[in-house]
């Protein structure tokens, strides 16, 4: 039941084909790190036959914003799907360096985890 009000969240953003920039104001945890590692967790073959649901750990570098104390590394999730064009969805690989922009959200048994829902939300290191 709750992957299933995730992925009718998910699919209602898209839906509405949104792009926000994101503001510090909007975000539960800002901070700068490095993608050390990306795992996909699950296939969401109800909203199309290539959205996956992912999980990044991501190695702090510096802390703008957070509502509960960061670790030196945190795990965030979000959402790739190829055949979604706008907002585009976020491509994190590891040794990616930049800003990271995230909400807490609720996943399955997972309770206020980090989520990245679009690419503005991600100011890589040029």
């Known amino acids: 039941m709750r992957i299933a009000l995730l992925i009718f ?8 084909a949104i ?5 510090e104001r909007m975000c539960t945890a800002v901070f700068k790190g490095e993608v050390v590692s990306v795992q996909m967790v699950q296939g969401l073959t109800n909203r199309s036959a ?4 992912y999980l990044a750990r991501i ?4 802390v703008t914003k957070q509502d509960i104390k960061l670790g030196h590394e945190v795990t965030v999730y ?5 055949s979604q064009v706008c907002p585009r969805c976020v ?3 590891p040794g990616l360096k930049g800003k990271f922009y995230s909400k807490r959200v609720d ?8 989520y990245i829902p679009m690419a503005l939300w991600v100011e890589s290191d040029k």
């Open 50 to 53: 290539t959205a996956e649901l």
């Open 91 to 93: 491509v994190l690989t």
């Open 78 to 82: 979000y959402m790739e799907d190829a």
């Open 59 to 62: 190695k702090v570098t510096s």
């Open 9 to 16: 969240a998910l699919t209602i953003t898209q839906a509405l």
């Open 19 to 23: 792009e926000m920039l994101p503001s």
């Open 107 to 114: 996943i399955a048994d997972k309770k206020r985890v980090l």
